[in-house]
C-alpha cells in the first residue's frame, strides 16, 4: 500500500506560480512512477506530469512543457509540481498518484496508476 498526500494548492493570478508537494509513504516497487493529473469541473482527468523514482526521468502533457516541472526528492519520498507562469485554464484540483510497475507507453494513463491523494485545488484568477 501507498499512501500519499498533497500539499501547495491555493488561489493565484495568472502568471504567477505554486508548487505542489505529494509525500509518499509505504513500499514502492521498482519500476515505479509518480504523476499529476488534474480535473477541472465538468471535465475528466487529464495527465499533466509524471517522473520515474529511478532514473528520474519525466514526462510532460503539451499543455504545461516549459512552464511547469516535476522533480523528486527519493530521501523524503516527495514529489513537486513547480508550476510557473500559471493560467485561468490550469485551474483545477490537482491529484498526486503513484502506479508500481508502469511501462512507458502507459505513464500518461490514468488506469496506470493505483494510488491517489485526496487531491488539491489549484485556482488561477485573470
Known amino acids: 500500500q501507498v499512501q500519499l498526500a498533497e500539499s501547495g494548492g491555493g488561489l493565484v493570478q495568472a502568471g504567477n506560480s505554486l508548487r505542489l508537494s505529494c509525500a509518499a509513504s509505504?513500499?514502492?516497487?521498482?519500476?515505479?512512477?509518480t504523476a499529476w493529473f488534474r480535473q477541472a469541473p465538468g471535465r475528466d482527468y487529464e495527465f499533466v506530469a509524471a517522473?520515474?523514482?529511478?532514473?528520474?526521468?519525466?514526462h510532460y502533457a503539451d499543455s504545461v512543457k516549459g512552464r511547469f516541472t516535476i522533480s523528486r526528492d527519493g530521501a523524503k519520498k516527495t514529489m513537486y509540481l513547480q508550476m510557473n507562469s500559471l493560467k485561468p485554464e490550469d485551474s483545477a484540483v490537482y491529484y498526486c498518484?503513484?502506479?508500481?510497475?508502469?511501462?512507458?507507453?502507459?505513464?500518461?494513463?490514468?488506469?496506470?496508476?493505483?494510488?491517489w491523494g485526496q487531491g488539491t485545488q489549484v485556482t488561477v484568477s485573470s
Open positions: 498518484t503513484h502506479g508500481n510497475g508502469v511501462i512507458l507507453s502507459s505513464i500518461r494513463s490514468k488506469s496506470a496508476y493505483a494510488y
Open positions: 509505504g513500499e514502492t516497487a521498482r519500476n515505479s512512477a
Open positions: 517522473i520515474r523514482w529511478s532514473g528520474g526521468s519525466t
